[in-house]
């Protein structure tokens, strides 16, 4: 079928200064989009949504109770570079091979484990990266697509599944990261 681009609706992403320094303000993010698909709503013929965002962006969630634990952790935010290890560095080359990704700071596993030090334990959270907390706003679903989950660095490309030794060496729940469905 044919389709036609009704509006298209940009937003800033909603910045707030804490202790940890500037983060994206998940619930305002939350806010802004239900407004976006309200206006959606109103233009009467809306067949769909489309969501992007920046891939290692994310919040926690607690997956018992539904509640946001963390603000959105930036992608930039260098804070969790302390958690790159001597380790990762000389299994740079094996990782890269499994997830086709050169080890760095930005990536999902790392703000995780940055939380966690933080914070404490990460049990019964789940890391939604920022598209996947925008569907979970609209839908209940606490899901990701295969391409920002391989943006994780905890994604093997070759079993098409997470990488549960890697989980379990660093102390991480298996279901830290949110199950794939079709994009």
């Known amino acids: 079928g044919q389709y036609e681009l009704l509006e298209l609706y940009t937003m800033a992403t909603p910045r707030k200064q804490t202790a940890e320094g500037d983060v994206y303000d998940p619930e305002v993010l939350g806010q802004k989009l239900l407004e976006f698909v309200e206006k959606a709503a109103s233009l009467g013929s809306t067949r769909?949504?489309?969501?992007?965002?920046?891939?290692?962006a994310g919040a926690l969630v607690?997956?018992?109770?539904?509640?946001?634990?963390?603000?959105?952790?930036?992608?930039?935010?260098?804070?969790?570079a302390a958690f790159l290890t001597g380790e990762d560095r000389l299994e740079d080359r094996q990782r890269f091979f499994r997830t086709g990704l050169h080890?760095?700071?930005?990536?999902s596993l790392y703000k995780v484990l940055a939380y966690r030090a933080g914070?404490?334990?990460v049990?019964?959270?789940r890391f939604l990266p920022a598209a996947s907390l925008?569907?979970?706003y609209l839908t209940g679903q606490m899901?990701?697509?295969?391409?920002?989950?391989?943006?994780t660095y905890a994604w093997d490309i070759y079993k098409e599944?997470?990488?549960?030794?890697?989980?379990?060496?660093?102390?991480?729940?298996?279901?830290i990261f949110p199950e794939i469905t079709a994009g």
């Open 161 to 175: 599944d997470y990488d549960g030794g890697l989980l379990e060496r660093r102390g991480l729940p298996p279901d």
């Open 123 to 125: 049990e019964h959270l």
């Open 62 to 80: 607690d997956v018992e109770t539904g509640n946001l634990v963390s603000d959105l952790l930036p992608w930039q935010d260098p804070a969790s």
């Open 103 to 107: 080890v760095a700071y930005k990536y």
């Open 134 to 136: 925008a569907a979970w």
């Open 143 to 151: 899901v990701t697509d295969i391409t920002l989950a391989a943006r």
């Open 119 to 121: 914070r404490g334990s």
């Open 48 to 56: 769909g949504i489309g969501i992007s965002s920046m891939a290692e």
